[in-house]
Structures are given as C-alpha cells and as structure tokens.
C-alpha cells in the first residue's frame, strides 16, 4: 500500500493540472512524493527503487535526493547504496506529534506486542546497576509476574541488561563488567557465560536472548540507542511454554527488534520521560 501512495499523489497532481495553479510548486511535491516513500516497512530505499515509486526520471530522482540529502531530509546509510529519512523529517515528525508525551506513544505499540504473544513487553532506561522500567505492558498470560512501572531489573541479570550492554562500546562495557566483578554483582561462571554468548551475539541477531530454566521463562530484548550515547531497552518476555526457544529466535525476537526500530524516532524527538 505504500508502494502506491507516492506515485497516486503525483497522478492527483496532474489531474488538477488541467486548471493552472500558479501557487503550486511541482518541485517541491516531487521533493514531498520521495519523501513518502519510506515507511516502517521500506526504512532505507535506493534512487533506482524510488524512481520506480514515484514514476519521476532516474535523473530527477538523482537531483531531488541530493537536495533532501543538503537539506537532512535524507541521509546516506553507511555501507550501503541507500538512503533513509535523516534529522530533519524526524523533527517534522515530533512537531506533528507535539502535545503528545513519548510514552503516550509508546505504549499502545508495546500493548500490541504484549497482546499478540501473550507476553510481558517492557521500555526500561539504565540508572546505576539496574534497567528501571518506565513502561510495562502485560498480555494475556497465564505468568503475572510482579514487576511494574519503576521496577528496578539487575543489569548483569536480565535480558534487558545485556541488550544495554550488548550496544555499549567495548571499552564502557569492560569498565562496567570490572565494576561488577569487584562489587560481586555478576553471577556464576554459567551466567557470565551466558551473558558473553548472548552479547556476542547481538550485533548478528539485533536483538538478545535469556533462558531462566528455574522459572520457566524466556525473555528477549533489543536496544534503543540515541544520540550523546543516551540508550533505552525494551524487552519481551513469558512462559518458556507459551515461548519456546525456536519461537522466541525465530519469530518474537525479530519482532522486537523491528519494535525497537520505530520506537526509535520517537525518542529522539526530545520527549522527556
């Protein structure tokens, strides 16, 4: 569906233009018409392919991304022969939204999560030692775990702590992991080994994985970053019944991970929460 809205507005605009509208500006509702074609599913796109959305001339798409690109509409993706919408369309983004808090925002789209796997979906930030939950959402699982909004979760004992340590730099993270080995707040060889793995893994998968065998419980968990290192994480997590391992992997990871995606321009917009 959103592959065709660009190119119908642009169908709309020549159909009017049997009436000359001297106020109407073509370059800029071309510049407009690219704009409108990302999305949360099509995030980063080449000219080549919003050529072929818009219907404009591979050279006029050359000439207008380069502009939006001037202009921080646009932004190159490093290593790759795309572009994704820069700063300035995420402004225009939180001044559309402006009157609504951040997590207003968020936590229907956190309920949706929560709904759909039957699990506990939770927006937590760093303070100290722990992850302190700003928002929590609970589906329809038979597992009511007591945790709630100001919940304090241990950083080197969650899934939601290893997410934030998986995105911090290797220097900050050995200096964290030193702090807690020396306070004794890691846990056992298998924990930290645990821990390392599902690290280590996070750049692959985009998202970290916990098992807690003695409750029964399987967490996943992904990590929001944002400018001036500022980081947030969000977590899902039930029943190791209701979310086996494959599942969790496979499916409900991913999942999050695109979650933490979109949940991403929305803090960068300068909500305080």
Same mark, same amino acid.
């Given at each position: ?26 370059? &800029?509702?071309?510049?407009?018409? %690219? /704009?409108?074609?990302?999305?949360? #599913? ?10 072929? /959305? ?9 000439? &207008? ?87 304090? %979760? ?10 934030? /340590? ?11 992991? #030193? ?7 890691? @846990? ?17 998968? @985009? ?9 029964? %419980? ?5 990590? %929001?970053? &944002? ?21 969790? &992997? ?12 979109? /949940? ?10």
């Amino acid at each position: 569906m959103s592959r065709a809205s660009p190119r119908a507005s642009k169908n709309d605009a020549s159909e009017e233009s049997a009436v000359p509208d001297r106020q109407f500006v073509t370059a &800029l509702a071309r510049g407009l018409d %690219i /704009l409108r074609c990302f999305s949360a #599913e099509q995030r980063m796109l080449g000219t080549t392919e919003l050529a072929h /959305l818009t219907g404009l001339a591979q050279p006029t798409v050359w000439r &207008l991304c380069h502009t939006l690109q001037k202009t921080g509409f646009l932004h190159a993706v490093p290593g790759k022969d795309k572009l994704q919408l820069g700063s300035a369309a995420i402004a225009l983004g939180g001044a559309a939204l402006a009157g609504q808090e951040a997590l207003d925002v968020i936590r229907p789209l956190l309920q949706v999560l929560a709904d759909r796997y039957q699990v506990a979906v939770a927006l937590g930030r760093r303070d100290g030692d722990s992850i302190v939950y700003l928002l929590r959402c609970q589906g329809n699982s038979p597992l009511l775990m007591n945790l709630r909004v100001g919940s304090r %979760i241990p950083l080197f004992h969650s899934a939601i702590g290893w997410a934030y /340590l998986a995105c911090c730099s290797p220097e900050e993270r050995d200096a964290l992991l #030193e702090d807690a080995r020396q306070s004794g707040k890691v @846990g056992d060889v298998a924990e930290q080994q645990a821990m390392a793995k599902a690290i280590a893994r996070y750049s692959e998968r @985009g998202f970290v994985y916990h098992e807690r065998p003695a409750y029964q %419980i399987n967490t996943v968990a992904a990590a %929001i970053e &944002l400018p001036a290192d500022e980081r947030y994480v969000v977590s899902c997590g039930g029943p190791a019944t209701l979310l086996p391992s494959t599942l969790m &992997l496979n499916e409900v990871g991913p999942t999050l991970q695109q979650l933490a995606r979109e /949940l991403q321009p929305i803090l960068l917009m300068g909500r305080h929460v």
